[in-house]
């Protein structure tokens, strides 16, 4: 059902994870593993360490000290191959709006040195599969948000990445578009793509397989939803995430 | 307060308001509820007299918003979406410019804002632009209240701000309602909902219900199931499996559980549960649940559709 691909064992290995600037320790002995087809959820408050923590999974930190993986490299010594076998999308800064989405295509398949010939086969497949075929030549700035965002989500697996970083994937759109938007990262990870969610809204963690929340440079909760909800007796993720914030003061 | 009567407004052949009508009354605590580019801003811009509208009326406190705009800008106050404090200024030189410019003083309001404003007070000295998301926040509403306003018209504040300090805003603005203030708030987050007196939901330039939160969920016709299952993979098959049952009207994923709704009689629990059992799918949870906002705005948008 699965397809396979070469790696095989966790895609994320996180082992006492330590980052340092100057005398801040921004990233504090962080350690958990995300395996393969996985959806992650990272969560956690403005200055809880979260981004510093993406940017060394991203191999684009270099890690003070502690043990990193990801989809078999090493983050020290192959950030750049760790690089090339993720993607990224962030809904505000993924696509360039002044190029048509054709365009954004050629853009991505080019940074990542994909043939022309594959290139262009995709682009007309996946054009396709998101019946966005009548707007191949139209601006990505006059889509709508639902668009742009299933738009951006399959540039960032255009190379086929073992990982994908999203960030606050699905905020702002209506619920109807936002529940079509899960399904297409569902389908992406019972594919076999590991899925790494950060965002702030909780209701969005409720959606991921496990969720790790940050707190002050170190990994404070992680745990299915259901498990977190019930151990902290809680009815939802924002309220798991206020009495962890709460215990805190 | 506020009247609004079949107002319209397009950018370009854009048509951002489809005829709005609605009425929030003094005192009020009212939500517009819907996604980005559903027309919410718009509606909030005609109200504070940024913006013209093209068709229709619009009064606060009965004075009309195209005539009598100079007298609404001293009784409005207003925060946009967007954090649009001077950055290079500090936070109380902030605080006394909004004052001023209304011809008042710190001094005399300084009760509606006390609680607010005292939570930043410490950091007076410092430039509003080094502010974190929610300092930002509290001090926009304390400038947005120093001129001690009857409405008070607010354009998602709650958006990119953490959970902490989304539940604050909602508990300050309830306090700001006890004061008598009318407060008009627009937030994507259809949880927030519940937290209003009543809501708008906004969709495509049109409403499609206004109403108390608990009014509106009850309006929800249909039949609805709630599905627990345990992996996301095994979340995902379920969705298909499900909507090939006889007599579903729509499956959707919510966080853990999957919303099944229908409105057939022959549609139950058990049949739900079996169908998945019957596919190789154990453990699962089936039971009849009553609907949230998100269930109600998605079927009032399929109506909509229709």
């Known amino acids: 059902m699965k397809e396979n691909r070469e790696h095989t064992g966790p895609i994320i290995q996180v082992k006492d994870l330590v980052k340092k600037f100057g005398s801040f320790t921004a990233v504090d002995h962080i350690s958990f593993e995300v395996n393969k087809g996985e959806i992650f959820g990272f969560l956690g408050a403005n200055g809880a360490g979260k981004t510093t923590a993406i940017r060394m999974l991203c191999g684009l930190l270099e890690p003070t000290s502690g043990a990193l993986r990801v989809a078999g490299f090493d983050g020290y010594r192959q950030r750049e191959a760790i690089k090339r076998n993720i993607g990224y999308m962030s809904q505000k800064f993924s696509l360039y709006e002044d190029l048509t989405v054709y365009e954004n295509f050629r853009l991505y398949a080019g940074i990542y040195g994909i043939p022309r010939k594959e290139r262009i086969r995709k682009t007309d497949e996946l054009l396709e599969k998101l019946k966005l075929e009548e707007s191949r030549n139209k601006l990505v700035g006059g889509l709508p948000l639902g668009w742009k965002q299933k738009l951006a989500f399959s540039l960032a697996l255009f190379h086929q990445p073992a990982v994908v970083f999203l960030d606050e994937p699905s905020g702002g759109v209506d619920p109807l578009t936002r529940r079509t938007f899960w399904d297409l990262i569902y389908e992406v990870a019972h594919q076999g793509v590991t899925i790494f969610v950060t965002t702030h809204y909780m209701d969005e963690a409720e959606y991921c397989d496990r969720v790790a929340i940050m707190s002050e440079g170190k990994i404070v909760a992680l745990d299915t939803p259901a498990a977190l909800k019930d151990q902290y007796k809680a009815e939802s993720m924002d309220g798991v995430f206020l009495k962890i914030a709460r215990n805190k003061e | ?306």
Request: aromatic content about 8%.
């Open chain 2, 1 to 306: 307060m506020i009247k609004v009567g079949n107002l319209e407004k397009s950018y370009g052949d854009q048509k951002a308001l489809k005829g709005i009508s609605l009425e929030v009354e003094k005192g009020e605590l009212f939500g517009l509820i819907g996604p980005d580019g559903a027309g919410k801003t718009t509606l909030m811009r005609i109200l504070v007299t940024l913006l013209l509208p093209d068709k229709g009326t619009a009064t606060m406190d009965g004075l009309d918003v195209v005539a009598d705009f100079r007298k609404i800008r001293t009784m409005v106050g207003y925060m946009p979406g967007k954090f649009s404090l001077y950055a290079d200024l500090t936070v109380e030189e902030n605080l006394k410019f909004f004052a001023t410019v209304f011809g008042g003083t710190v001094e005399a309001n300084y009760h509606l804002i006390k609680d607010i404003y005292g939570q930043i007070e410490p950091f007076k000295n410092r430039p509003a632009g080094k502010l974190s998301g929610g300092m930002k926040q509290k001090l926009a509403l304390s400038c947005a209240l120093i001129h001690a306003p009857k409405v008070l018209i607010l354009d998602e504040p709650t958006t990119g701000v953490d959970a902490v300090s989304r539940k604050e805003f909602w508990e300050m603005l309830n306090n700001l309602r006890l004061l008598g203030i009318t407060i008009m708030v627009s937030t994507p987050y259809m949880d927030e909902a519940k937290l209003c007196d009543r809501v708008a939901l906004f969709q495509n330039g049109k409403i499609l219900s206004v109403d108390s939160p608990k009014n509106i969920i009850s309006g929800y016709r249909s039949k609805l199931f709630g599905v627990k299952v345990g992996t996301t993979a095994q979340r995902f098959e379920c969705v298909g499996l499900l909507k090939q049952i006889e007599g579903v009207d729509s499956v959707f994923s919510f966080g853990e559980s999957i919303h099944v709704s229908s409105g057939k009689a022959s549609v139950n629990d058990k049949i739900l549960m079996e169908y998945l059992n019957s596919h190789g799918h154990q453990g699962i949870l089936v039971e009849q649940i009553s609907a949230g906002i998100e269930d109600v705005f998605m079927e009032l948008m399929r109506n909509e559709g229709k």
